[in-house]
């Protein structure tokens, strides 16, 4: 069998540059005595039944997936903390009212729908308008309005209901709030924006928090990214590009 593959580089050469920058964020003291405590619990949870992987796949996603969602906000764990607050929401609204106003227009992504409800949240305190879209949104198309019409200069979007079938090259900022598994599906929503029709250059923000599981998920993620490239790109790779490690 035969591939033959066109990257966008090659067939939209006249597109504007990206540029994709990783922001740090430093969690709270409070917030990182919560989620260290946590990561002591989950990590001897887990290492008792990575030993069959396939029998218990789902708990051990379900601890990967609180200490993802730990990392973004301990709200989101336990009511209690409610108190605590989030380092990458004070970012995020600081970066948004900066980059709002100057003019400029952003599509704000995350996988977890209850964290877009903080976001949101958040946002209409700081009096910045938004438009907003999951998987769950029914008028579609209003929302879509919303945002391409100019009533809204943000668009919160979850990360799968954003990641095909939408031109939104209105926008020239994108922010990434939680690193996913997938280079793929993450591409797939910030292209929403660096695709043809846009005329400005593209900015992309990711926010990782330091020292949690979203670094190891980066990590993941460029290993495969890397091997995908190998075996796609580099001349006669597929022969042993994939090891026994991979």
Partial sequence: PLVRRR?????????????EQTIDIELGTQHRRIYDTRLQRERQKVLGLVDDMQKNRFEILKSLTVLRQLSLDPALVDA??????????????????QVTAEGHRALVFS???RFLARVRARLDDAGIAHAYLDGRTRRRDK???AFKDG???????????????????EAD??????????????A???????????????????????????????????????????VMDADGA????????D
């Fill in 7 to 19: 990257t966008k580089d090659e067939v939209l050469s006249d597109l504007p540059p990206k540029t």
């Fill in 80 to 97: 209690q903390h409610e108190s605590v607050g989030s380092a990458k929401l004070d970012q995020l609204v600081s970066d948004l009212t």
């Fill in 111 to 113: 996988q977890f729908t």
């Fill in 143 to 145: 929302a879509i309005g």
């Fill in 151 to 169: 009533d809204a200069p943000v668009f919160v979007i979850s990360l799968k209901a954003g990641g095909v079938g939408l031109n939104l090259t």
């Fill in 173 to 186: 900022y994108c922010f990434v709030l939680d690193p996913w598994w997938n280079p793929a599906v993450e």
């Fill in 188 to 230: 797939q929503a910030i292209d929403r924006t660096h695709r043809i029709g846009q005329t400005n250059p593209v900015t992309v923000y990711r926010y990782v928090s330091q020292a949690t599981i979203e670094e190891k998920v980066m990590a993941l993620k460029e290993r495969k990214a890397a091997l995908f490239a190998s």
């Fill in 238 to 245: 597929l022969s042993g590009a994939i090891s026994a490690e």
